[in-house]
Structures are given as structure tokens and as C-alpha cells.
Nanobody, 114 residues
Framework: VQLQASGGGLVQPGGSLRLSCAAS????????MGWYRQSPGKQREPVAV???????MYEDSVRGRFTVSRDNTKNTVFLQMNSLKPDDTAVYYC?????????WGQGTEVTVSS
């Protein structure tokens, strides 16, 4: 299983970005996909997760600003990030969990700065 993330970049505070992550390989229908992020000097933290049935959970600091979604036909997960803040600056990693194994994407960098 391989995951390819894209969509990061530089954005001003208050701006928006949309991250995408496409998974390929042998993937069972029952799975969970989501996003973590890691800021310099900090541990990796969960951001958002979505099940194959569409159930979602969010980290408190992003709830109401970020929206996670997925296209099951393409094994792709998205993260729509609105009202971005400098504290959202991090490398964002997508992941896929199924059959007891976790697979990670390569990370995409998001910088929120004026």
C-alpha cells in the first residue's frame, strides 16, 4: 500500500488550502483514513480522521475550520483547511489504517505566514 499526499504550500493567515492523499495497492473496504501533523520541535499530533462509512473526528483546535472527506471509489482522503492560523504550520501526514496495519504518506508542508 502506498499513499501520495499533495496540496501543501504557503498561505496567509485566514487563507485556505486543500490537501489530498491518494492510496494505492491492496486495500480492504473497511478502513480508516486521516491526517496527522508535526510542527518543528513538537510531537506528531492527530488532526482529523474519517472512516469508510464517513464518520469523522477532529482535534479540538481545528474543529469548525477543517473538514475531512473521502472518495472511496478512488481511495482518496481530503483535508479542507479554512481560516488557517500560524499555529497550523506543520508537515501534514496522511495515513490509512486497515487490517491492523497503518500506512503513511510522505508528508506535505503547510506554512501559514504573512
Amino acid at each position: 500500500v502506498q499513499l501520495q499526499a499533495s496540496g501543501g504550500g504557503l498561505v496567509q493567515p485566514g487563507g485556505s488550502l486543500r490537501l489530498s492523499c491518494a492510496a494505492s495497492g491492496s486495500i480492504f473496504d473497511i478502513n480508516v483514513m486521516g491526517w496527522y501533523r508535526q510542527s518543528p520541535g513538537k510531537q506528531r499530533e492527530p488532526v482529523a480522521v474519517i472512516s469508510n462509512l464517513g464518520s469523522t473526528m477532529y482535534e479540538d483546535s481545528v474543529r469548525g475550520r477543517f473538514t475531512v472527506s473521502r472518495d472511496n471509489t478512488k481511495n482518496t482522503v481530503f483535508l479542507q483547511m479554512n481560516s488557517l492560523k500560524p499555529d497550523d504550520t506543520a508537515v501534514y501526514y496522511c495515513y490509512l489504517l486497515h487490517s491492523g496495519s497503518t500506512y503513511w504518506g510522505q508528508g506535505t508542508e503547510v506554512t501559514v505566514s504573512s
